[in-house]
């Protein structure tokens, strides 16, 4: 069967998460549903790069599913949009080869959390960004981000109802950015535990903060025990921005 | 009776407009309300800098009011922001000179639009951008921005119900940056008529599509008519930056 691979933009915000779940409206529960509206069966099953919680946010999600008749990709997409909710967008489609799968040919993810750090949040933010009115650290701040690069077992960081095989993941880039009022943090990884990004964010505040020494941050990190770890920050914040695959995959 | 100031941020989505109207939830109506039942009063009258439409934001509309007490102006903006809804915010409250009046002591007001031009526009931008899934020719729609710059009769893009005395307004920046998938424009000016700065990007959208020359729509403003003049843009774009007042007005 001709295999696709799309790029998905949500609001995450009125979604219980990209996962289907028992309860709860979800985003793969939506493209489920629409593409099986189109595909005219009972369900068509959609894999997706990364499940990312309620609340979190996607500019760049990718995901692969089957159908049973080649269609054009401008076509499906186009259809699929005119059948999803208007917080979930298709923003391009694709052929796809017969191996992708969109998260184990995944080489890598990026992810983006922004942090409002003026007194009062506008309005406008409040879907998109999480809030800390406090003044932070950006010297510590940026030393705590420096600690996440690089192969680490991030077992610390992970929420304890993650299924993963492993807590190791190489982070390739964790970089704090100061705006005028706002953090703006971006991480690279080769993967992501469950909560992981916004228990790095919470490490950042904490050390920003001076609720906890860069020091003690890196010896939390080696502890490897969710206890000792800062709280992680409002999903809200949180969007999964990039997903890459290797120049030659999911093309075909 | 103590003089106020105070800055406020809104999401206009849910807004019909900031003046008070007999129908619809407005702005000027939730701070009032908000103001009354502070003072214990029935209504505390507000004046506003500029009155945004329907569905257009604001990050700094700035509002007077007179309390018949001295409060702390930290204590009022917490007080206000613990009674007002989630889509206004009070930014900060300063005490205000006794002449001080928001729209007419104001110097200047900066207007942001922002235009997304991808295909398909992210869900979580869809309520503080417009959309425009076309490339734009990026020197047309310079030269078009360019042409609002100085002191002209506005007329042309004035909205049929404006009471305005008169049409005339200085716009003393007017700038269209290209960003990756979108339109940033910002306008400042002395003032501006209903639906102006909307009828602007208009301006700006028409000549980048080449559905006018920038010669044409040069006429256009000149023939100082409704009619002619290309189609608004979409309200949800549109955000009130700032209001700037003389260095000295304003504070007491």
């Known amino acids: 069967m ?13 979604f219980a998460g990209f996962q289907i779940q028992r309860r709860g409206r979800t985003v793969q ?14 369900r068509v099953a959609l894999l997706g790069a990364g499940r990312t919680d309620a609340g979190v946010h996607a500019l760049g ?6 159908l049973e008749r080649a269609m054009e990709p401008e076509a499906l997409r186009r259809a699929l949009n005119g059948l999803l909710p208007a917080d979930v967008r298709v923003l391009d489609a694709a052929r796809a080869a017969a191996g992708f799968h969109p998260r184990k040919s995944a080489v ?29 650290d950006q010297a510590a701040v940026r030393a705590a981000a420096a600690l996440y690069v690089g ?7 992970a929420s304890s109802g993650s299924s993963a095989a492993t807590t190791t993941r190489t982070v390739t880039r964790s970089e704090a ?3 005028p009022g706002r953090l703006v943090y971006e991480t690279e990884a080769d993967g992501f535990l469950r909560k992981m990004v916004r228990s ?6 904490a050390a920003g903060r001076g609720a906890t020494s860069v020091e003690a941050l890196a010896q939390a990190l080696l502890a490897r025990a969710r206890r000792g770890w800062p709280a992680p920050a409002a999903a809200r914040g949180l969007t999964l921005v990039r997903v890459d695959y290797p120049s030659a995959a999911g093309q075909s």
Chains 1, 2 share one sequence.
């Open 177 to 179: 950015v100061f705006e």
């Open 108 to 136: 890598s993810k990026l992810y983006r959390y922004v942090l409002d750090l003026a007194d009062v949040q506008p309005p406008q933010r409040a879907r998109y960004a999480g809030h800390c009115p406090h003044t932070l």
């Open 61 to 66: 999600q990718v995901v692969g599913f089957e």
């Open 151 to 157: 192969r680490h077992d991030f077992a610390s960081l």
């Open 200 to 205: 790095m964010v919470g490490g950042l505040v």
């Open 29 to 42: 529960g939506e493209v489920e549903g629409a593409l099986a509206r189109l595909a005219g069966r009972t």
């Open 2 to 14: 001709p295999r696709f691979r799309a790029t998905l933009a949500y609001d995450g915000t009125d």
